[in-house]
């Protein structure tokens, strides 16, 4: 997505990308939205809110695919309430006292609401999801369409190996690849990490050393991650791919960027929240073939932006770089007042890039937000900029108010500012499973 070709309808820039932002028409193939928010006195039969894609994004749904299933349509009023009906001239759903119930105020915390139809959940998708997935040869573009809104939770591992490329599309073959991926990945361990350290070169070490200092700090708010064979299964990981990517090495970041990969191959065999899952229940073989997966879609995941990550990380760079112009197209009162408070891009967005927005959002609203990464494919790094910017211009008003203290530890700076409203935000409006 070329920033310098977005305006190509003859439409100012700034009044292109608010209306964008805002979930209106916008000249491109991605719609951005704001998720309905209700109250959570709401009675059954409303919906509540929307799954947490419709924070930021809005998918394209036709009424009919080529799937031959006919969903119902959604759509986002401009007051904000959500419609759901067969046809767009449907009505808003109003609570039993005959009313649609406004949104709460950004910022005001409202009283957690209970989920209910989730739109990646709702049955007419998973209906589309299992009759895509049973075909012989899998469509990827139907796949990567129905996907960019969400994916069933049971369905997510196959999903993503398959969006990913590293199962194909053929149905027959995947079987004999996913034997010979686990095995290469079996034979890895002895070779580069099941080895007396004297036998390691000074890199080699110093690597290790990094790993096992970044491991603990991983996913500090799911327990999970923190037990003691999982830690051991991404320090694995994390090792072994760095020395054999040494045009970048393992660098910090990269060991939040596996969680999502080991959560959702996990999920195929435990049942109920994370908080409930022990890792003692399963088998060796069953650990090492979920490592062996988890390994090999990092690899995936990470060829497309391993410039993030090389010396001197200029996709991080270039990404930041194209954050900021945008913003300042969209509003550029905004970056004057970051400019007069002296805080720089690089400063507070440096770690969403880094980390792809994983240390800034819930584990499980991270996990539907690579939903869409993944579906967008090579054109990831640029939906990035674009999430990236709607996610600071949500708080737009807040932030003008506020004043910035920088700190010498960038992550600070990010912490202090503007991660807190999205925490707040979306733990009290936004459901997500």
């Not at 070329?2 to 608010?18: A, I, P």
């Not at 905004?334 to 880094?354: A, D, I, P, Y």
């Amino acid at each position: 997505m070329n920033l310098e070709q977005r305006d190509s309808g003859g439409v100012k820039w700034g009044e292109n990308v608010k209306s964008f932002l805002k979930g209106r028409s916008f000249p491109g193939t991605i719609k951005l939205s704001r998720s309905n928010r209700t109250s959570a006195n709401s009675q059954a039969g409303s919906i509540d809110s929307t799954d947490a894609t419709e924070a930021f994004a809005k998918s394209r749904s036709p009424s009919q695919d080529s799937l031959g299933v006919s969903p119902s349509t959604q759509e986002v009023t401009d007051s904000g309430h959500l419609t759901s009906s067969s046809n767009p001239s449907s009505t808003p759903k109003a609570s039993a006292g005959g009313s649609t119930t406004p949104p709460p105020s950004v910022g005001t915390p409202s009283s957690p609401v209970r989920p209910s139809a989730y739109r990646s959940m709702s049955d007419t998708r998973v209906k589309k999801f299992d009759k895509l997935l049973g075909e012989q040869v899998v469509d990827l573009d139907l796949l990567r369409e129905l996907a960019w809104s969400g994916t069933p939770g049971d369905l997510r591992p196959l999903c993503w190996q398959l969006l990913l490329g590293y199962l194909p599309p053929n149905r027959d073959r995947r079987e004999q690849i996913l034997a010979r991926k686990r095995r290469e990945y079996r034979d890895m361990v002895p070779e580069y990490y099941d080895i007396a350290n004297n036998d390691r070169s000074e890199e080699e070490m110093g690597a290790l050393r990094q790993v096992s200092v970044d491991v603990p700090r991983t996913a500090p708010g799911v327990a999970f991650f923190h037990e003691a064979p999982v830690q051991k299964c991404l320090e694995r990981i994390l090792y072994i791919w760095g020395i054999r990517h040494p045009a970048s090495g393992y660098v910090q970041g990269i060991n939040d960027l596996v969680t999502p990969f080991l959560a959702a191959l996990l999920s195929q065999h435990f049942d109920g929240p994370m908080e409930l899952w022990d890792i003692e229940t399963l088998s060796e073989e069953t650990m090492y073939a979920v490592e062996a997966d988890a390994y090999w879609m990092l690899c995936k995941m990470l060829d497309g932006i391993q410039d993030h990550y090389t010396n001197a990380q200029p996709g991080i760079q270039r990404t930041v770089f194209k954050l900021k112009e945008l913003v300042r197209r969209i509003d550029e009162p905004m970056c004057q007042h970051m400019e007069t408070e002296g805080l720089e891009f690089l400063q507070f967005s440096f770690r969403w890039v880094n980390c792809l927005l994983l240390r800034e959002i819930p584990f499980q609203l991270g996990l539907r937000l690579w939903d869409t990464y993944l579906a967008e494919g090579p054109g990831m790094k640029e939906f990035l900029i674009y999430a990236l910017a709607a996610f600071l211009l949500t708080w737009e008003k807040e932030l003008k108010q506020m004043d910035f203290q920088v700190n010498e530890d960038v992550t600070h700076a990010s912490a202090g500012c503007v991660c807190y409203c999205y925490r707040h935000y979306y733990y009290y409006n936004y459901n997500y499973y």
